[in-house]
Every structure is written in structure tokens, then in C-alpha cells.
């Protein structure tokens, strides 16, 4: 079955840095496109970024574009997530998520951006 785990949260200070990774199992992730998203505190769920399976080709949300790189390591079934200039409004819980008919999500792993 597919599982999905995040690690690598934590706090940090505005202008700080974060890589965020998700260890992903249960499929054969070199074919499928690979999500972040996030949520935060009495807010919906929001799309941060893709990266496509077949040419690695990433797509960021608006708010995280020129601040946060999403990458893919296919041998180690692991998506990677790293953000730098971290504001307090990137401040959530970071979720992993591939779909496969239906969205698969990891457990989360917390962000906290403050001073």
C-alpha cells in the first residue's frame, strides 16, 4: 500500500532555511508525480508545489516561487522539499501526496517560522 512519510520540520527564524523530505513506499515512484501542500492554523489545505515524473519539471505555487525548490531523488523513492527565506506566513503543517486515483497523503510534518 502506498505510505508516504514526511520528516526534516522544525523552527527556524524569518529569512532561515528548511529541507523538508518524504520517504515514499508502496508504488513504483518514478512514475508518478510527486506533491507538496501545506496548511495552516484555521486555513484550508493549499497546493505548494509538483514535480512531474517524466522530465522532473517543477511548478510552484505563487507564494513560494523563487523561495522554495522541490526536488526528486527516484533510486531513493524520496521527494525533497527546501525552503529558504522562510516568512511566518510559510508557517504549517507540510504534507507529501502522489495521486493514484484517489490523493494519498503522509502524516505531516510541522513548520514554524518566527522570532
Known amino acids: 500500500q502506498v505510505q508516504l512519510v514526511e520528516s526534516g520540520g522544525g523552527s527556524t527564524q524569518p529569512g532561515g532555511s528548511l529541507r523538508l523530505s518524504c520517504a515514499a513506499s508502496?508504488?513504483?515512484?518514478?512514475?508518478?508525480?510527486m506533491s507538496w501542500y501545506r496548511q495552516a492554523p484555521g486555513k484550508e489545505r493549499e497546493w505548494v508545489a509538483d514535480?512531474?515524473?517524466?522530465?522532473?519539471?517543477?511548478n510552484y505555487a505563487n507564494s513560494v516561487k523563487g523561495r522554495f525548490t522541490i526536488s526528486r531523488d527516484n533510486a531513493k523513492s524520496t521527494v525533497y522539499l527546501q525552503m529558504n527565506s522562510l516568512k511566518p506566513e510559510d508557517t504549517a503543517e507540510y504534507y507529501c501526496?502522489?495521486?493514484?486515483?484517489?490523493?494519498?497523503w503522509g502524516p505531516g510534518t510541522q513548520v514554524t517560522v518566527s522570532s
Open positions: 501526496s502522489v495521486f493514484q486515483s484517489k490523493r494519498f
Open positions: 514535480i512531474f515524473s517524466v522530465d522532473n519539471r517543477p
Open positions: 508502496g508504488f513504483t515512484f518514478s512514475r508518478y508525480t
